[in-house]
């Protein structure tokens, strides 16, 4: 271990570091520090204990590093208390240095996890979820999406809700907020059988994950729709999600396997399709785009 001159040596070295990281060459570009600035300040730290010996330590994003005593250091939860790292070279996004016989504390900064309050105090006009601990926020529905949302609720209203022209059987709801495996989701349309809710509670939110759920797809929404809810939605057990983009005039029909989705089929334009779980009654896709 370095002597107590060696210890100054090292932490001031590391703060000429840190104090240099503009003015060197892989000083983050304009947009990048733009985007850091516009960051949220509200952040949690995370301490990890790194030993170092004889490799590079690599400055992680924002993270604040100090020289701490070999004595300092104590376990963090299940963590060990020192990891052994060596880098062969800085990335494009980070800055290095080498320093031999260093104990490191690093400090990263990491997102707090949106909570019910942070969802509860959105505006009227937009529209919450959480997802992986963060609050994800749309604007409410834009004019095709809309109309593809509520013409597609008549057409399986009728026959499987109400029972006119259809078997019946079903509760379909525009917009339910769904507390499932720790998400707050609210898909565009959702169904339950009634064999598994007989009537509609009076609720703010429900927990029973529902059988159907159908997702409007738009610009704004298609991401958070594909990749982020349709990943959580088998371990809730939803049985089936249908995807409508009416920019696209497509329908994508999946129905759940073992703990993945099976595109069943891709429908588009005018056809007339019976798509399971509602496979009892013809749905006419124009009537979804028409306006």
Known sequence: MPSGRGWARAREAIV???????????????????ARAARPTDLVAEEFLLAVDDAEVVWLGDARVTVVRKGDQAPLGDRPAQFLIHLAKPTAATSSWTRPHAILKVVLAKKKMATYADLQALPAHLVGEILDGELVVSPRPASLHARATSRLGIEIGGPFDRGKGGPGGWIILDEPELHLVGQVMVPDLAGWRRERMPEVPDVSYFELAPDWVCEV???????????????????????HVWLVDPAATTLEIY?????????????????????????????????LWSR
Do not use: C, I, N
């Not at 990749?227 to 049985?239: D, E, L, N, S, T």
């Not at 509602?278 to 009537?287: G, T, W």
């Open 217 to 239: 797809l738009s610009p704004e929404t298609a991401k958070v729709d594909r990749a982020g809810k349709m990943r959580h939605y088998p371990a809730a057990q939803v049985r």
């Open 16 to 34: 000429e570091e840190a104090q240099s990281r503009d003015s060197r060459h892989d000083r983050p570009p304009p947009s990048e520090r733009a």
């Open 255 to 287: 129905r759940l396997d073992g703990a993945t989705w099976r595109l069943l089929e891709t429908q588009a334009g005018d056809v007339k399709v019976r798509p399971e779980p509602f496979d009892a009654v013809e749905l006419e896709l124009a009537s």
